[in-house]
């Protein structure tokens, strides 16, 4: 999933501890979204051992206007 299509991440840590990345506002205040990717992909591996969940929220507008263009050109001569 790309990460600009995921409003934000809800990681529940095992003893009870809730850590929200709000990835919408991480982006939007300019950073760069593939450093932010390989940060959180290497901190959810650091904290694996205690992690009990990982929820991630995606944007379903995102979504659809990511795919939609790649839809139409697929299906274009159908």
Do not use: W, Y
Not at 39 to 59: A, H, Q, R
């Amino acid at each position: 999933m790309p990460l600009h299509c995921i409003d934000f991440i809800k990681i529940n840590l095992s003893d009870g501890t809730e850590i929200t990345l709000d990835i919408e506002q991480l982006i939007s205040e300019g950073n760069d979204p593939e450093f932010l990717e390989r940060t959180i992909n290497e901190k959810l591996e650091t904290l694996d051992d205690i992690i009990k969940d990982v929820d991630f929220m995606i944007s379903v507008e995102k979504v659809a206007k990511t795919v939609q263009p790649v839809t139409d050109r697929i299906l274009k001569n159908l």
